[in-house]
């Protein structure tokens, strides 16, 4: 039990399928319900051990993008009017299939309007 807690690090590297990596508070990556389940310490899994965890359906512009919304709904989690993130139109059915992969119901949120889900 002790070298569970102690394993469980703050920050996890989340990697493309391309090699990028991305270090992230593990809070934040934990919007995503796949990622968190991923890195449960209780899970066992190989990621929550390694605090580590690779992305082979998504490449490093997507988890770039992935990773900047996590952050951006850590900022604005409690806010009322909090401001609508900006994604670029060339990028928008990568990062709803994205979302999906990661079953992220938060991260579907923006394309809603756009693709009618």
Do not use: W
Request: net charge negative; proline share 4%; hydrophobic share 40%.
């Amino acid at each position: 039990m002790a070298d569970e807690a102690q394993n469980v690090s703050e920050y996890v590297t989340l990697i493309s399928n391309d090699g990028y990596k991305f270090v992230v508070k593990r809070s934040a990556a934990c919007v995503s319900g796949a990622l968190r389940r991923m890195l449960d310490p209780k899970s066992n899994f190989s990621e929550a051990i390694e605090n580590k965890a690779t992305l082979e359906n998504l490449n490093g512009v997507v988890l770039e993008k992935v990773c900047e919304y996590f952050y951006f709904h850590e900022k604005h989690k409690d806010s009322k009017d909090a401001p609508d993130m900006d994604f670029p139109p060339e990028l928008c059915l990568e990062l709803l299939m994205a979302a999906d992969y990661l079953n992220s119901k938060l991260l579907q949120a923006p394309f809603k309007s756009m693709y009618s889900i």
